[in-house]
T-cell receptor
Framework: QQQVKQSPQSLIVQKGGISIINCAYE??????FPWYQQFPGKGPALLIA?????SEKKEGRFTISFNKSAKQFSLHIMDSQPGDSATYFC????????????FGKGTKLTVNP | DGGITQSPKYLFRKEGQNVTLSCEQN?????MYWYRQDPGQGLRLIYY???????QKGDIAEGYSVSREKKESFPLTVTSAQKNPTAFYLC??????????FGPGTRLTVT
């Protein structure tokens, strides 16, 4: 019930293409879904986050799509660039509770020039 | 310069020794967290604290200990009881009900 399943484990995309990373959760009590971007040897940085009351949130080239009934959410990176090459983590948590985040296992994205 | 600092960046210890990892934040955040990251495993919560002098175990607390004597500081001790201590350790902080922000991490190697 506490797991967040993330796929794919790795992804290779050509420059200019669309990168899509998917996550699924079981616990319907989760009400906060952030995405983090991590470069090698660095700490994760918050990229974008969504609450269940909206189905989509866009910030620049990054979009989160959220399907509450399917308990799934995804990150879309439009016009992917080599600088987007990093590991991406989805997470789920309770903004009204203990604030513990449950993380997916990560997706290593490589954008080829 | 506001942020979260972790020191040192790299740490080497012999098996059987306790080691303490430092985490300091000047963001005036109430909550602080410690995560462990292993290749292909994502981030796993070790301990978290929402207020000074109080902390709770996360999912993998065995072999670790923490203290929260000051709002700005949340040190993590990796004890000799931790069976596989070699990992990348990440500290994070947040305001209550806010997003978590991470420090740069400490890579601990125990041989």
């Amino acid at each position: 019930q506490q797991q967040v399943k993330q796929s794919p484990q790795s992804l290779i995309v050509q420059k200019g293409g669309i990168s899509i990373i998917n996550c699924a959760y079981e616990n319907t009590a989760f009400d906060y879904f952030p995405w983090y971007q991590q470069f090698p040897g660095k700490g994760p940085a918050l990229l974008i986050a969504i609450r269940p009351d909206v189905s989509e949130k866009k910030e620049g080239r990054f979009t989160i799509s959220f399907n509450k009934s399917a308990k799934q959410f995804s990150l879309h990176i439009m016009d992917s660039q080599p600088g987007d090459s990093a590991t991406y983590f989805c997470a789920a948590g309770y903004q009204g509770g203990s604030e513990k985040l449950v993380f997916g296992k990560g997706t290593k994205l490589t954008v080829n020039p | 310069d506001g942020g979260i600092t972790q020191s040192p960046k790299y740490l080497f210890r012999k098996e059987g020794q306790n080691v303490t990892l430092s985490c300091e934040q000047n963001l005036n955040h109430d909550a602080m967290y410690w995560y462990r990251q292993d290749p292909g495993q994502g981030l796993r919560l070790i301990y978290y604290s929402q207020i000074v002098n109080d902390f709770q175990k996360g999912d993998i607390a065995e072999g670790y200990s923490v203290s929260r004597e000051k709002k700005e500081s949340f040190p993590l001790t990796v004890t000799s009881a931790q069976k596989n201590p070699t990992a990348f350790y990440l500290c994070a902080s947040s305001i209550l009900l806010g997003e978590q922000y991470f420090g740069p991490g400490t890579r601990l190697t125990v041989t």
